[in-house]
């Protein structure tokens, strides 16, 4: 089930608020400029390691289409199953908060994984499981943590042609806060 947790930056671990609705999750986000909805995902279940061409293959159509709509220039998937052999320095690459220069638009195919969200003083998690699709203004603070025994599959869109490029802050926030236990 998806949810979204918000913290002060400097409070503690006690949420201030938390919600499991799908339309509180979305508003909640609305309010800082993020967009969250739910895709359809295909009935083909595909297992977090899967070779990340036969995501693309599977989602190509649908990727193509929404680049055309959009205006994206590139996607790509991510596929990290509890076996990955870069599992912890992919870990360690998305646990630092960071932003983008443009859009970001991960959607979630398969598995769990926690994208938090730093915004003014407030830290939003946001456990997303399969079908859940986060659009990330550019600039946004934020960082990904899948796990120490991950299994997921995302899908990210990008306006950059290069595709995801990260912009570290340098900030240690991402290390106050809770990890994704999997």
Request: net charge negative; hydrophobic share 35%; aromatic share 10%.
């Amino acid at each position: 089930m998806s949810e979204l947790k918000i913290y002060s930056e400097s409070g503690g671990m006690n949420p201030l608020r938390h919600y499991t609705v799908y339309s509180q999750i979305r508003d909640a986000l609305h309010d800082i400029g993020v967009r969250f909805e739910r895709w359809e995902t295909r009935a083909e279940k595909l297992l977090p390691g899967v070779d990340e061409e036969v995501v693309l293959d599977l989602y190509r159509d649908q990727m193509e289409k929404l680049m055309a709509e959009e205006g994206y220039k590139a996607f790509d998937a991510i596929s990290v199953g509890p076996d990955h052999p870069d599992k912890e320095a992919l870990r360690k690459q998305f646990l630092r908060e960071h932003t983008h220069p443009d859009e970001e638009v991960r959607f979630f195919v398969e598995g769990r994984g926690l994208f938090t969200l730093h915004h003014n003083n407030l830290v939003y998690d946001v456990l997303c499981e399969a079908g859940d699709v986060l659009i990330i203004p550019p600039g946004a603070r934020h960082w990904f943590d899948m796990g120490n025994n991950p299994e997921v599959i995302t899908i990210r869109l990008f306006n950059n042609p290069d595709g995801w490029v990260a912009h570290y802050t340098g900030s240690p926030i991402a290390d106050h806060f809770s990890r994704f236990v999997n």
